[in-house]
């Protein structure tokens, strides 16, 4: 099976940070990796998919890159909206997700 | 608009059964594959089972293989997950969420609002 890693667990960040998130995969997925937010009690929202596509409506200051076993989200600058878990996820069999992100307030 | 509505959650016993359904609204149904994916309580997402939007090809994570049975049912919209042999660590929310495309292979770009379900004596 894949397994997906994110890095790191937790992230502590303020209001205008740039914000790095890594998700390593143990084989090649390209490219089939999407990025995921979610709040608490809430479902998770599509970000990116397809390792680097933004999702329609979802802002430009995130973005996704990434090929082969190493992906990367960005969130160029920090707003509030955006504290939250990020979760990226390999949507092939199997789907499976990363253990997730907490971006928290510094 | 675009809308995944979940029900049929609740508590049950440990070897319980329970069907969890989802209806669809707003979108062309039959065209998207569906999954279920699920959240225990604190922990993270973990995908449990997707449907191609024909209903013709099916995979479940391991853990559920023969114990949980996903369905659908195009004429009215609806995709539905059969759970049988329930554990404790059955217990979570549960996401009904469409796929970006008919094949299972795509992004999950719709997800309901989630049906709780817990596993308990």
């Known amino acids: 099976d894949i397994q997906m890693t994110q890095s790191p667990s937790t992230l502590s960040a303020s209001v205008g940070d740039r914000v790095t998130i890594t998700c390593r995969a143990s084989?090649?997925?390209?490219?089939?990796l999407a990025w995921y937010q979610q709040k608490p009690g809430k479902a998770p929202k599509l970000l990116i998919y397809?390792?680097?596509s933004l999702e329609n409506g979802v802002p430009s200051r995130f973005s996704g890159s990434g090929s082969g076993t190493e992906f990367i989200l960005i969130i160029s600058s920090l707003q509030p909206d955006d504290f939250a878990t990020y979760y990226c996820?390999?949507?092939?069999?199997?789907?499976?997700f990363g253990q997730g992100t907490k971006v928290e307030i510094k | 608009e675009v809308q995944l509505l979940e029900s049929g959650g609740g508590l049950v016993q440990p070897g319980g059964s329970l069907r969890l359904s989802c209806a669809a609204s707003?979108?062309?149904?039959?065209?998207?594959?569906m999954s279920w994916v699920r959240q225990a309580p604190g922990k993270g997402l973990e995908w449990v089972s997707v449907?191609?939007?024909?209903?013709?090809?099916?995979y479940d994570t391991d853990s559920v293989k023969g114990r949980f049975t996903i369905s659908r049912d195009n004429s009215k919209n609806m995709v539905f997950l059969q759970m049988i042999s329930l554990r404790a660590e059955d217990t979570a929310v549960y996401f009904c969420?469409?796929?970006?495309?008919?094949?299972?292979?795509?992004?999950?770009?719709?997800w309901g609002q989630g049906t709780m379900v817990t596993v308990s004596s």
């Open positions: 084989q090649s997925i390209s490219p089939w």
């Open positions: 397809k390792a680097s």
């Open positions: 707003g979108f062309s149904f039959s065209s998207y594959a």
């Open positions: 996820q390999h949507y092939n069999s199997p789907w499976t």
């Open positions: 969420a469409r796929g970006m495309n008919q094949l299972p292979r795509g992004a999950f770009d719709i």
């Open positions: 449907i191609s939007g024909s209903g013709g090809t099916i």
